[in-house]
Structure formats: C-alpha cells, structure tokens
C-alpha cells in the first residue's frame, strides 16, 4: 500500500493532526481496512494506534485507490472527548464489541 498525502494541516483547537491522502493498493485486492490504514498512517507518522481515526475510505470507481481523511490526536482522551461514538467503534469495534452485547442481553 502507498500513501500519497495531499494535505496536512494541524488543529491546535481539537489539537489533532488532520490529513487528506490518497491510497494506492495495487495488486492487493480488496480496498484496505481501517485497521490496515490506521497501522500504516502509525508507521508514516510515529503515532501509537490509540491516538488514530480514519474518518472515511473513499474508493474510485475503476482503479485502485482510495481517498480517506486520517485525524492523529495529541492524546487518546483528547480523542474520546472529541469523536463521535459511532466513528471510535468503526475503528476500535473489535475493543469495543464484548461491552455491546452485554449491553444488547439486559
């Protein structure tokens, strides 16, 4: 997977870094999950994957690549307070799933 990033600018209000790149997974199949992006953008960027959302995979129709939206935040409760509950379960589900059922049984 290669990583193109198209814009990168820093929120010092949200205090995250938010980047606009665009994926090119040639020869991998299917388009990326958010896990495999997140593990990439962690490597590219010296990030731990706490401190990691990817808002959106966007996929072009006929060719291998994606445009997705990656915010880096300065620390994981910086990011518990300021995303959206459904956004942190799309990428921590795995983490997450076991409270759910719980929840879903009662």
């Known amino acids: 997977m290669e990583v193109v990033v198209e814009k990168d600018r820093y929120n010092p209000l949200l205090k995250r870094r938010e980047i606009h790149a665009r994926i090119v997974y040639w020869g991998e199949g299917a388009t990326p999950?958010?896990?495999?992006?997140?593990?990439?953008?962690?490597g590219l960027f010296n990030a731990e994957l706490d401190?990691?959302?990817v808002d959106y995979i966007k996929t072009e129709f006929g060719k291998q690549e994606a445009r997705c939206y990656?915010?880096?935040?300065?620390?994981p409760e910086d990011l518990k307070a300021i995303e959206e509950e459904h956004i942190i379960r799309r990428n921590f589900g795995e983490?997450?799933?076991?409270?759910?059922?719980?929840?879903?049984?009662?």
């Open 33 to 42: 999950t958010r896990k495999a992006v997140r593990e990439k953008f962690a």
């Open 51 to 53: 401190r990691i959302i």
């Open 70 to 75: 990656v915010k880096i935040y300065d620390t």
């Open 95 to 106: 983490e997450q799933g076991e409270g759910e059922q719980v929840e879903q049984s009662e």
